[in-house]
T-cell receptor, first 115, second 112 residues
């Protein structure tokens, strides 16, 4: 089955600086890679996703890059703000890319934005 | 849309008791997932349904766990009998085709 590794487990950055979280996956058949943000006491919230036919996707301050050859993908947050503080999870989906298969999640990164 | 709705939000029960967690997925989503989250193991997929049919339950830890989806708008996860090591946050998520899952707020289960 799929195995997703996520680093670092904790990341502390100054407000306004950029944050980068990296993930690797094992199954070369995986073709959909979402990122989730989880705030305390809440469920994970989908913030951005990327498919294997795309190398990069951007949404305002958030961007995701994908290197299929190396089987790794990254989340980039620029101009970080206090409300970016949360736990971030990467995930990978094997199979046809539809919703029919369960996602495999990384262990999460606790992002701390220092004022 | 109200999103994925889970109940109860918190459940405290004694070891040996039966626990039933409930989920209402987002209307129109054809896949439903049950996940368990703990500090030690992170987010683990327990089971998922596609069009109300269980597709993969290999993540269900033991026979004490069972899940049903009698119709497109309702699913349950039952633990019988419950044990202290079942204490965790249980999430239900639903997904339309070709998109990531949308999670509910979770049920925090404590078995004492």
């Amino acid at each position: 089955g799929e195995n997703v590794e996520q680093h670092p487990s904790t990341l502390s950055v100054q407000e306004g600086d950029s944050a980068v979280i990296k993930c690797t996956y094992s199954d070369s058949a995986s073709n959909y890679f979402p990122w989730y943000k989880q705030e305390l006491g809440k469920g994970p919230q989908l913030i951005i996703d990327i498919r294997s036919n795309v190398g990069e996707k951007k949404d305002q301050r958030i961007a995701v890059t994908l290197n299929k050859t190396a089987k790794h993908f990254s989340l980039h947050i620029t101009e970080t703000q206090p409300e970016d503080s949360a736990v971030y999870f990467c995930a990978a989906l094997s199979g046809g890319g539809g919703g029919a298969d369960g996602l495999t999640f990384g262990k999460g990164t606790h992002l701390i934005i220092q004022p | 849309d109200a999103g994925v709705i889970q109940s109860p939000r918190h459940e405290v029960t004694e070891m040996g008791q039966e626990v039933t967690l409930r989920c209402k997925p987002i209307s129109g989503h054809n896949s439903l997932f049950w996940y368990r989250q703990t500090m030690m193991r992170g987010l683990e997929l327990l089971i998922y349904f596609n069009n109300n049919v269980p597709i993969d339950d290999s993540g269900m830890p033991e026979d004490r766990f069972s899940a049903k989806m009698p119709n497109a708008s309702f699913s349950t996860l039952k633990i019988q009998p419950s044990e202290p090591r079942d204490s965790a946050v249980y999430f239900c998520a639903s997904s339309p085709a070709a998109r990531g899952a949308f999670f509910g707020q979770g049920t925090r289960l404590t078995v004492v």
